[in-house]
């Protein structure tokens, strides 16, 4: 596949390939929901026209394994139907003991050293939020604040080791919208952004660079949020879990969908911390 991924896209192939195997498995709906965990009703769901729902983790590994084929072919991620791919879910992360230091999103920054780190964040990066941020939007989603912190504070760690190479590109359009409070910033005092951006800014400057931020404008490209750890793996963020690719043409793929997207941006790294000091507060 090239180009943006978004849930539209895996939801249709994902719909498109679970009909197939239900018309191979030589099943009525019923027999085939229950031989993978869930309802009829459930199933229906899923293979609805025009709906862009996933199925659980669990769900989708159970559809997997019974019919043998890969996550990755079953999301259309792959035309490869051996299994290559795996999900797993994001509270495993979030939730695993001893801080962010012992997850497996840990273990994969770990097992990447040495090689270069891509990465696209749904908001503002983990390592360059400020803990009074991490703290409001923890609040706001029910998490665990000092997960979070923990978070933070190990890719700040990371990105000082002389061997990191990490490239970051997100749009510049959620960097304005923070600063003037918008969107899932809403509510969040000026003086708290105020301080939020030059945290950011700061580090920016410090971490250059082994770490390097590009800024896109999304109204001229889309991406999803995902990190590509070196050769290894690529994990795409899907709100709740993550998708875990290992195949290599997938990975591939996605690194040239990246490469795409720091060819397009409208601030390079150099500039980033510059353009953060200079948004306009409301």
Not at 36 to 53: E, K, Y
Request: proline residues 4%; hydrophobic residues 40%.
């Amino acid at each position: 596949m090239t180009g943006a991924i978004d849930k539209r896209d895996l939801s249709g192939l994902f719909r498109e390939r679970l009909k197939g195997l239900l018309q191979r498995s030589g099943l009525n709906q019923s027999a085939f929901a229950a031989a993978v965990g869930i309802d009829r009703s459930a199933l229906s769901q899923l293979l609805a026209g025009g709906s862009t729902r996933l199925p659980r983790a669990e769900t989708l590994m159970n559809i997997a394994a019974r019919h043998q084929v890969s996550l990755d072919w079953l999301l259309g991620l792959s035309e490869d139907e051996g299994v290559t791919g795996e999900l797993r879910e994001n509270m495993e992360i979030a939730e695993a003991e001893g801080g962010f230091g012992d997850t497996l999103l840990a273990k994969w920054h770990a097992e990447a050293i040495g090689t270069k780190i891509r990465y696209v964040p749904s908001g503002i990066p983990d390592l360059l939020r400020s803990d009074a941020v991490i703290d409001f939007e923890a609040d706001a989603t029910s998490t665990n604040r000092q997960a979070q912190r923990d978070e933070a504070h190990y890719r700040v760690d990371y990105n000082r080791r002389p061997e990191t190479d990490m490239e970051v590109c997100m749009p510049r359009q959620t960097l304005e919208l923070f600063a003037r409070g918008l969107g899932r910033w809403e509510g969040l005092p000026r003086d708290i952004r105020a301080a939020q951006l030059e945290h950011m800014a700061a580090l920016i400057d410090d971490l250059y660079p082994s770490f390097r931020l590009y800024l896109f404008d999304w109204r001229r490209r889309f991406s999803a949020p995902y990190t590509i750890f070196g050769p290894h793996r690529a994990a795409i963020y899907m709100g709740g879990m993550y998708l875990v690719l290992n195949a290599r043409q997938t990975i591939v793929t996605l690194t040239r969908h990246f490469d795409g997207l720091i060819r397009a941006a409208v601030v390079n790294a150099h500039e980033t911390a510059d353009f953060v000091r200079r948004l306009p507060l409301e």
